[in-house]
């Protein structure tokens, strides 16, 4: 498996396009394919993912996607639904499809009607300009951010040769139930839907499902994985799992250190534990504490709140046996050893603070009770969290 | 009932005193009788808890209490028991009264060694200087305080003349599962020790259980009430619940207004819902929202962000049935009604600007479903939370 460039684009078949004007967003891909999609566990659901939800559900495949950002047609009644309707027959009518084979998603403010006008005048600039390269990509990436301060694009080639890509956007309000706030993959393997579905559930799991930015979990969340088959190979399942996995793992990654506001990203590993739902409940629970994210933010050696964070986890644990360590990529400095705190003197304090002040920050918790580990994706909860969230709005 | 002065010292049998030394604190509170106490249900449980549950478990009854704080004697080992034990046999031994009959408590940083020297050396003068009076319910109130800003003190008389003091303190890792930081409650009360827990448990649930800073659940949560019967009287136990719930309450609300960095209290009321389970969920995602707590420090009129928390709450939600409303306790604006969104003009947005912009800001969710409701607390996400707890230990 190797990175390659062009994101969703580099998949044979797909072309795409999108536009950023203020606030406002619109995309446009057309890839068509058997397809599978994951939706927010959130209640209040958006218009959008009711329709494209219906969609997949009744044909297992898309011909296309529309996307808006900067309102999430969200909380919006009957006129959303209407709305997120209309957006799919428009995209439909002008690439003569089934409007039934078109996905449509939103992010942005929720309650406020969309602006549907603004949608019909410049939909079809961007149908005119779809492209099947690099920039076709990067546009289509750009139309989604909101308060992402980076594009979120990716793409590998498998060893077969079979290529995946995707394009996400990310920021606030997350914490993922099922897909992340927006997340379009794409792959040329010839695959069924059904075990497309089951490798996208898998792969988020691992990745959009274990990230956290403020533990919000969005109305609009969604995840879609297109197979175009146009590589014409049919891939060993694990191969295109292992290749999913880590497509979703790194845009996951690049989701929480670009989470609102952040410096560093954090992962926390949780190993020795006695379920899979155990490890995975401490590694969140470590990246979802504001306490953990402060102290790391603030390069404060305040390492036992890291501590607090997994008794309250809801993970089996017990004191005698968790151990700690925090690492930066190049130093690793051990905390806790079975329940025996290794040091509390100011030097190995200050190296933990040190540790705290780089790009990433990796916290390593063993529970020393059984076999299993997962590990999760956070950021540090700064002043420009606040700020941002301050002013979202208005 | 009716509010009076003198803290946990307005009731009969109660004396305490406590000193302030920088982030050291020490505080003696003596008061026996009939015992009751709830524990943090984080699995990493502070040393001094398991001694004070240890001893409440035994005999039901309490003499007295000896607190520190600016140290939580927290995932300290064998230790950190030891030194627990060490604190209830000095003031045994002081008072001439059986260790197993004190109850000790602590609060501070996580992970870090007693300093035994500073609390043996300070001991003899806190006991020398015990008070049944308004100035030792004060000393003991700020001798628990960590980075809490005002002492959280209240006393109430019941009609049938028993009262009920408390004092507490709170400020941050505030999402309390069963009692709060601390509080430590007393009346002067006849009543049994099952009753008396009975009443502790239902005031609890009511109160600390629904307050939210930050959504940490600490390592020393702890809330004990001690009736010493001093007053002559059993109170009926309608009338002795209902003051008791007040009191609570009323800490609860202090404790969210005051957390660390808090400008505004928050009060999430859901009505119309299925389950007490249901109002429990909604109210409190309401307020742990990191989203609506910037958006109300911000004065951003960005509601939907109330509907988001509901939806993701795990709480029953029809979209389609949920009425939102924000006051100020005098004006009133409703944003929604059974699903309809009543106003998106400009006014009425700057008209909810305003309101979030007062100290308190009510939040008001009728689900439209049942006949359920419950209230819960919080306060506003700012920049200085994020100073507090990026600069807490160093």
Known sequence: MKAIDGGICAVKGVKAWGIKSGKMGLGVIVAEGNAAGMFTMNKVIAAPLIVTREHIKKHGKLSALIVNSGNANAFTGEQGVEDARKMACMLADALSINPEYVAVASTGVIGRPLNMEWITS?????????????????????????????MKEIAVELDSGIRIGAIAKGAGMIEPKMGTM??????????????????????????FNMVVVDGDTSTNDMVLLTATGESGIQPLIEEFQQGLDYVLIELGKMIASDGEGATRLIEAKVTGALYDEDARLAAKAIVRSPLVKTAIFGKDPN???????????????DQQKLSLTFSDGKNMIQLVN???????????????GKIMGESKVDIIVDL?????????????LTYDYVRINAEYTT
């Open 182 to 207: 927006l997340c379009f993959a794409y792959t040329d393997a010839i695959i069924a839907q059904e075990l497309l579905h089951e490798c996208l559930t898998n792969a988020v799991n691992k990745s």
């Open 368 to 380: 020393g009770l059984g076999q299993s580990s997962a590990t999760a994706w956070g950021c540090d």
């Open 122 to 150: 410049n939909l079809p600039k961007v149908i005119d300009s779809l492209k099947a390269d690099n920039e076709g990509s990067h546009a289509a990436a750009k139309a989604i951010m909101t308060t992402d301060k980076k």
């Open 338 to 352: 079975k329940g025996k705190i290794l040091a509390t003197d100011d030097h190995v304090l200050s190296l933990l």
């Open 303 to 317: 390492w036992g709140r890291v501590i607090a964070a997994v008794g309250y986890s809801g993970a089996e644990v």
